[in-house]
């Protein structure tokens, strides 16, 4: 699970990086392929961050420890508030 998760936010910040870099390097040229590339840069770059969600997500439905912890966090929250 931690291989996949890593693989997955490895191709997606690479591929983020790498758009941006020529999205940069076409920025002066007028031209609808360049919009479509700004447009790919937007999205690859809105799914990395996608990746820090799903971190969560998995750590929360598969590491029993992890849920213990954050029950620990949040009852420790909501009894010094009262």
Do not use: G, P
Request: with cysteine.
């Amino acid at each position: 699970m931690v291989v996949t998760t890593s693989v997955v936010y490895a191709v997606l910040c690479i591929t983020s990086s790498i758009l941006y870099v020529v999205d940069s390097w076409t920025r002066n040229i007028r031209a609808s392929d360049v919009d479509v590339l700004h447009q790919c840069a937007t999205l690859i770059d809105s799914l990395a961050y996608f990746v820090f969600a799903y971190n969560f997500l998995v750590y929360l439905i598969t590491c029993k420890q992890f849920r213990s912890e954050l029950h620990k966090l949040f009852c420790s929250c909501s009894s010094s508030t009262v």
